[in-house]
């Protein structure tokens, strides 16, 4: 953070880019609170479940607790656990219990500054069924 002074007053104060957004409220967050739109897989209080907007698969699905978190290691474990068990539903819902992938990037690749589990997989898309369809 610096500030810029004129005259010996602060005029303005500029910020780093990364303490204003992490400041912001999350996409993921505004899509929970039904601000931005999303292809909705799966949802209950703690979870919801989504296309992912840039598909890297047949199912691009993103894993995202309600409960808000930065990364991996700011997540605790009830969240983790959370997750997992979420990912095997999905797997269990789409037939693909023995195939499937999880990615989880924690900084480097990560995106949007809330936990979240990428499901991939490239079967199953025959039964993914959206609640918002």
């Known amino acids: 953070m610096a500030s810029l002074r004129f005259n010996g007053k602060i005029e303005f104060t500029i910020y780093p880019l990364r303490y204003i957004f992490s400041n912001m409220i999350s996409v993921f967050t505004r899509i929970i609170n039904r601000e931005l739109p999303a292809r909705i897989f799966y949802e209950d209080d703690q979870v919801i479940v989504f296309a ?5 698969a047949p199912v691009h699905l993103l894993l995202v607790p309600k409960k808000e978190s930065r990364n991996f290691f700011e997540t605790d474990y009830e969240t983790l ?4 068990k979420t990912a095997k539903m999905v797997a269990q819902k789409l037939g693909i219990a023995d195939h499937f992938q999880i990615r989880i990037n924690n900084g ?3 995106e949007i500054d809330h936990i979240h589990y990428h499901f991939l997989s490239n079967r199953g898309q025959d039964k993914l069924k ?3 369809s």
Not at 52 to 56: E, G, L
Not at 81 to 84: I, K, M
């Open 108 to 110: 480097l690749g990560q």
């Open 52 to 56: 992912d907007h840039r598909p890297q």
């Open 81 to 84: 656990d959370l997750l997992n």
């Open 130 to 132: 959206f609640l918002n």
